[in-house]
């Protein structure tokens, strides 16, 4: 129950398309749902994150996308750039604990 | 700031021999984490501080593994003996505890090699 799946492993995506990065969990209890972003020989950075009373958060070209009856929630890179080739791992925790159950990541490339 | 600071950033070592890994976090932060990464396991947390004192260590594989956090700006893990099977990059990440959704921020790693 404290898992959260994240599709898919890899994604190749053409410059300028749509990245689209999926999650599932199954502690109703979880209320925070960062993004992170991990560069090659880097530590994971967080990019960007909700919390379950909105269904859509928006920082430039990334979106965080919330279903909260289907548990599930999405992470939208729009007009995708070689620079944003790298690791994003979904996770989750609920108010009040310390840690985070990140997802298994996605190995994201952007071909130019 | 300087960020979350690990040491050494690569370390190759033969098996059996003890390890020992090392973290400063941000100044200011009182929660501490210690993350195993790997291709087939990803992102595992091992364990966590909260004040210096250790919370939860039920990510921590065996008892080879021990992690310390003598003050608030210090921290170690260590592996003795190591095997190759502990061949990973060793995250450390602290945050401001106090809210419950403080940004963890991660140091560059530790790469370890156990031949």
């Known amino acids: 129950q404290q898992q959260v799946k994240q599709s898919p492993q890899s994604l190749i995506v053409q410059k300028g398309g749509i990245s689209i990065i999926n999650c599932a969990y199954e502690n109703t209890a979880f209320d925070y749902f960062p993004w992170y972003q991990q560069f090659p020989g880097k530590g994971p950075a967080l990019l960007i994150a909700?919390?379950?009373?909105?269904s859509e958060k928006k920082e430039g070209r990334f979106t965080i996308s919330f279903n909260k009856s289907a548990k599930q929630f999405s992470l939208h890179i729009m007009d995708s750039q070689p620079g944003d080739s790298a690791t994003y791992f979904c996770?989750?925790?609920?108010?009040?604990?310390?840690?985070?159950?990140f997802g298994q990541g996605t190995r994201l490339t952007i071909n130019p | 700031d300087a960020g979350v600071i690990q040491s050494p950033r690569h370390e190759v070592t033969e098996m059996g021999q003890e390890v020992t890994l090392r973290c400063k976090p941000i100044s200011g932060h009182n929660s501490l984490f210690w993350y195993r990464q790997t291709m087939m396991r990803g992102l595992e947390l091992l364990i966590y501080?909260?004040?210096?004192?250790?919370?939860?260590d039920s990510g921590m594989p065996e008892d080879r593994f021990s992690a310390k956090m003598p003050n608030a700006s210090f921290s170690t893990l260590k592996i003795q003996p190591s095997e190759p099977r502990d061949s990973a990059v060793y995250f450390c990440?602290?945050?401001?505890?106090?809210?419950?959704?403080?940004?963890?921020?991660f140091g560059p790693g530790t790469r370890l090699t156990v031949l």
């Open positions: 909700i919390r379950p009373d909105v």
């Open positions: 501080f909260n004040n210096n004192v250790p919370i939860d």
């Open positions: 990440a602290s945050r401001l505890a106090g809210g419950s959704y403080n940004e963890q921020f």
């Open positions: 996770a989750a925790s609920s108010q009040g604990a310390q840690k985070l159950v």
